[in-house]
């Protein structure tokens, strides 16, 4: 089980990721549609402004069941451990131990 303060941090991330992502797309937009290179500049200036966890980059995938963040499935959203623990409990439609 991860600790408690890194899943709130991931969880305060998300959150921020949410809050400022029309902002982020907007000023990313108009930094392409711009040519001179002082408009760009301050364009830049603002998106660097933005706080810097409500980029999408630093969002880190987490097991939903224990909060581990290595070995991580995506389809289903678990680490390994659990996967493994599921599958053999039958609990994962379509899984299958293959040995």
């Known amino acids: 089980m991860a600790k408690k303060s890194l899943i709130e941090r991931e969880k305060k991330r998300q959150r921020l990721v949410r809050k400022y992502r029309v902002m982020r797309e907007y000023l990313k937009k108009k930094e392409k549609q711009v040519f001179s290179l002082e408009e760009k500049s301050k364009i830049k200036s603002k998106l660097q402004s933005l706080p810097r966890n409500s980029a999408p ?39 299958t131990k293959s040995s």
């Open 57 to 95: 980059t630093r969002l880190h995938r987490r097991c939903v069941l224990t909060g581990r963040s290595r070995g991580i499935y995506r389809d289903f959203g678990l680490c390994r451990h659990i996967i493994r623990e599921k599958a053999h409990a039958c609990l994962l439609p379509g899984i």
